[in-house]
C-alpha cells in the first residue's frame, strides 16, 4: 500500500538535500528552453513560482462570479487558470465507487472575485457507514494542481512530431497537469482558478461498505468551504500493481534525475533522488527496466541523454574488455524497489550508427562508425553480447534481459538478429516500431503503434508462445496521446484499447526525460509539450499519470471479470463486457471525446458486482 505520509517525508527530506547541495554558486535564474527567464533560481524543487501567463484575464468573464466559489470538479478537465470554472451548479457532495485495492479520483476547484492568501486544504479521513473502519490519511494521495507552459499540435492538426526551435510559432499557454503534494499552500490573485487533487487507494483489507470525508479549504481570512467525499467500496479485490497482468513499460531517464538533482551519477546521493520517481512507476505497475548499454543509443533526442551503463574497452592487443559496474549498480537498485519483470537493454542498432569506447592503446575515448552487415559491427558486438550473456548468467538475469531496438526496418533487423544468436540462441529480444510479420517469432517482446493493427493469428500465436504483446503511442499520434494539453481522458485510454484488442499492455518511451525546467514549461524544441515525460521533479504525479494508472485499472478489472466469466461459463456476462469493450475507436475521437466514452464503460464496469453472474 502507498505509505503517502512516509513519502511525504522521504521526498521533502531528499528535495531538501538537493537543495542545499545546489548552493550558492546557483543563486542565477533559471532559463527555459525558449530562452524565457524562470524568475527563480533554476530547478526548484520543494517549492516553486509558475511562470506568468501569457493568456490575459478577461474580467468580463468574471462579472457574475460574486465571493469565492468552491466546488468539486471532473478529472476530466484542466482548468484554466484565467477563466472561471465552468461549473453552473455548485458540487458540494461526489460519490465514487472502487473495488478494494483501487485508487479512485476527484478534483475540487475553487475561485473567486477576490484573492485568496495562503490557500490551504485538508482532508479528514473516511469512516465507514458503520463507524468500526475508516481510510486513514496514508490511503490519501492530496494536492494541488498546479500550471506549466504547454503549446499544441503541429497546425496541421496530425501530430506533435518535428522541429519547434521557435516557441512563437506555436500557441502558448499555462495548463493545468503537475500534482503538487509538496505545497502547502497557495497564494491567488482575484480573478483565478485553482484545483486540487484527491487520490484515495483504497486498502485491499477495507471493509465493503459507504465511507465519507469532508475536504476542508480555508484561506488567510478563514474558512472557505467544505466538500464531502463518499465512496462506496465494493466487495471485489484489484491485485497489488507488482502483481498486475498489465505489462507498462515507460523508459526511465536516471540521467535527467541526476542533472536536475545536480548530483554525481550513480552516487548514492543520486540512488536516493531517484527512489521516490522509480517507486511512482512500480507504483502504476511499471514492469520494465530500461538500460542503455551504449553511448547515446538515441543520438541524444532527448535534453539528457543516455550514456552508456556498460564500459567499453579495448585492449592494447585488440582485443575487447567490458565493465557492468553501472549497469548492475542500476538493475539492483531497480529490482530492489520491486521491478523485476524484464530488462530491455538499448541499443545494438541505435539512431547514429556509431559507438563509442575507450582505446587503451592510444588512451583515449574513440568512436567507430559501422552498421549491421560489417566485420567491424559484428566483431565489437559479437564480443559484446558473449561477454553480456556470461554476466547476466552469473547474475541470474539472462531470462529476463532482452536485447532491445525501436524503429528499425525489417532487413537491418535479420541482419542483427543473426549476430544476436549467433553470440547466445537463447537472448530474448524485443522491438519497438513498425509491424513486421516475418519477424515475430524472433520477437519476445513486440510493440508496434496504436494506429498500426496486429492480424489475430498473430497475437493467437504470440499469446500461445508466452510473448509479450503490446502497442505505443508517440508524437505522431495527435490523440489520444499524453501531450501536456491532451485530454487527460486520453491516457486513461491506453488501458482500455489494450483490453480491447487483446493486447498485453502499452508503451511510452519517456517517463521522466525532463526539458530543462520540467515544472515550469514542457515544451520542447522536438517534440509537442509534455511527449518527453509523465512526471515531475519533486517526485511529483500528473493529471496523465493518474488516468494511465486509471486506464490500467480498468484493464485489470476487465481481466478479472473475464476469467471469472470464462470459469463460470457465463456467457452472458462475458457479451456485455464485449460490447461495452467495442466503443473503444481512436478514430471517432475527432467527434466523441475519450472522457465520454470512458465515463460510460466505466459506470457500466462498476455495476458488475461480487456475484453479477447470478
Same mark, same amino acid.
Given at each position: ?13 531528499? *528535495? ?13 535564474? @533559471? ?111 492530496? @494536492? /494541488?494542481? +498546479? ?36 505545497? +502547502? ?28 470525508? $469532508? ?59 531517484? +527512489? ?56 539492483? /537498485? ?8 524484464? $530488462? ?53 538475469? /539472462? ?5 532491445? &531496438? ?28 513498425? !509491424? ?65 484488442? @487483446? ?16 515544472? !515550469? ?12 515525460? *509523465? ?53 471517432? &475521437? ?25
Amino acid at each position: 500500500m502507498y505509505m503517502f505520509r512516509y513519502r511525504k517525508l522521504v521526498c521533502a527530506s531528499l *528535495l531538501l538535500l538537493g537543495i542545499a547541495q545546489m548552493g550558492e554558486a546557483q543563486s542565477e535564474l @533559471g532559463l527555459t528552453h525558449s530562452g524565457q527567464s524562470t524568475g527563480q533560481p533554476p530547478f526548484p524543487l520543494l517549492t516553486y513560482y509558475e511562470l506568468p501567463n501569457p493568456t490575459p484575464t478577461d474580467t468580463n468573464e468574471w462579472r457574475s462570479v460574486k465571493g469565492v466559489k468552491l466546488s468539486w470538479g471532473s478529472t476530466d478537465i484542466r482548468y484554466s487558470k484565467e477563466k472561471p470554472a465552468p461549473i453552473d451548479r455548485l458540487q458540494k457532495q461526489i460519490a465514487l465507487t472502487a473495488w478494494r485495492g483501487e485508487r479512485v479520483l476527484a478534483q475540487w476547484v475553487v475561485w473567486g472575485d477576490r484573492p485568496l492568501s495562503s490557500l490551504a486544504y485538508t482532508v479528514s479521513d473516511l469512516v465507514h457507514s458503520a463507524q468500526k473502519d475508516t481510510i486513514k490519511e496514508d490511503a490519501l494521495l492530496t @494536492g /494541488f494542481v +498546479r500550471y506549466v507552459m504547454t503549446d499544441e499540435l503541429n497546425k496541421d492538426g496530425k501530430g506533435g512530431c518535428g522541429s519547434r526551435p521557435d516557441a512563437t510559432a506555436f500557441d502558448s499557454t499555462l495548463v493545468a497537469d503537475p500534482i503538487d503534494h509538496l505545497a +502547502r499552500e497557495l497564494s491567488l490573485d482575484r480573478h483565478t482558478t485553482q484545483a486540487g487533487w484527491v487520490r484515495v487507494w483504497v486498502p485491499q483489507d477495507a471493509r465493503p461498505g459507504t465511507y465519507q470525508g $469532508i475536504l476542508t479549504v480555508c484561506d488567510a481570512s478563514g474558512e472557505v468551504g467544505t466538500l464531502s467525499l463518499k465512496l462506496r467500496v465494493k466487495d471485489r479485490i484489484l491485485p497489488s500493481p507488482t502483481e498486475w497482468a498489465f505489462h507498462l513499460d515507460l523508459w526511465q531517464n536516471p540521467f535527467a534525475i541526476a542533472r536536475y538533482h545536480q548530483v554525481k551519477p550513480w552516487s548514492d546521493e543520486h540512488l536516493a533522488c531517484m +527512489r521516490p520517481y522509480m517507486e511512482l512507476y512500480r507504483d502504476a505497475g511499471g514492469k520494465v527496466i530500461t538500460t542503455s548499454i551504449m553511448h547515446k543509443p538515441w543520438n541524444g533526442q532527448t535534453y539528457d541523454y543516455f550514456e552508456t551503463m556498460v564500459t567499453w574497452i579495448k585492449k592494447a592487443d585488440g582485443s575487447w574488455s567490458f565493465d557492468y559496474t553501472v549497469f548492475d549498480r542500476w538493475v539492483e /537498485f531497480m529490482m530492489g524497489l520491486g521491478i523485476t519483470k524484464e $530488462i530491455n537493454c538499448y541499443s545494438m542498432v541505435p539512431w547514429r550508427l556509431s559507438f563509442q569506447y575507450f582505446d587503451q592503446a592510444t588512451n583515449s575515448l574513440q568512436e567507430i562508425r559501422t552498421e549491421p552487415g560489417e566485420a567491424a559491427y559484428e566483431e565489437m558486438w559479437g564480443a559484446l553480447l558473449r561477454s553480456f550473456a556470461d554476466h547476466l548468467i552469473e547474475k541470474g538475469w /539472462f531470462g529476463i534481459t532482452h536485447i532491445s &531496438m525501436d524503429e528499425r526496418p525489417a532487413e537491418v533487423m535479420q541482419k542483427t538478429l543473426e549476430i544476436i544468436r549467433n553470440a547466445h540462441p537463447d537472448f530474448k529480444v524485443s522491438l519497438a516500431g513498425a !509491424l513486421h510479420e516475418d519477424l515475430s517469432d524472433d520477437l519476445d517482446d513486440y510493440c508496434i503503434p496504436l494506429r498500426i493493427k496486429y492480424p489475430e493469428e498473430m497475437k493467437e500465436s504470440r499469446k500461445a508462445k508466452g510473448q509479450t504483446t503490446t502497442f505505443y503511442t508517440s508524437c505522431e499520434e495527435p490523440y489520444p496521446n499524453t501531450f501536456t494539453f491532451s485530454p487527460p481522458a486520453e491516457s486513461a485510454w491506453f488501458g482500455w484499447s489494450a483490453a480491447k484488442e @487483446g493486447l498485453d499492455g502499452y508503451l511510452r518511451w519517456a517517463y521522466n526525460s525532463w526539458v530543462i525546467e520540467p515544472l !515550469l514549461d514542457s515544451r520542447f524544441y522536438t517534440w509537442a509539450a509534455g511527449d518527453t515525460y *509523465l512526471v515531475y521533479p519533486g517526485a511529483r504525479t500528473s493529471l496523465r499519470f493518474e488516468h494511465l494508472i486509471s486506464g490500467i485499472q480498468a484493464y485489470e478489472k476487465i481481466r478479472i471479470l473475464r476469467e471469472e466469466y470464462i470459469r463460470t461459463k457465463n456467457y452472458r456476462s462475458l457479451k456485455k463486457l464485449d460490447k461495452l469493450l467495442s466503443t473503444f475507436d481512436e478514430t471517432t &475521437m475527432e467527434h466523441t471525446p475519450a472522457s465520454e466514452t470512458i465515463n460510460r464503460a466505466n459506470r457500466i464496469l462498476n455495476q458488475y458486482g461480487p456475484m453479477s453472474h447470478r
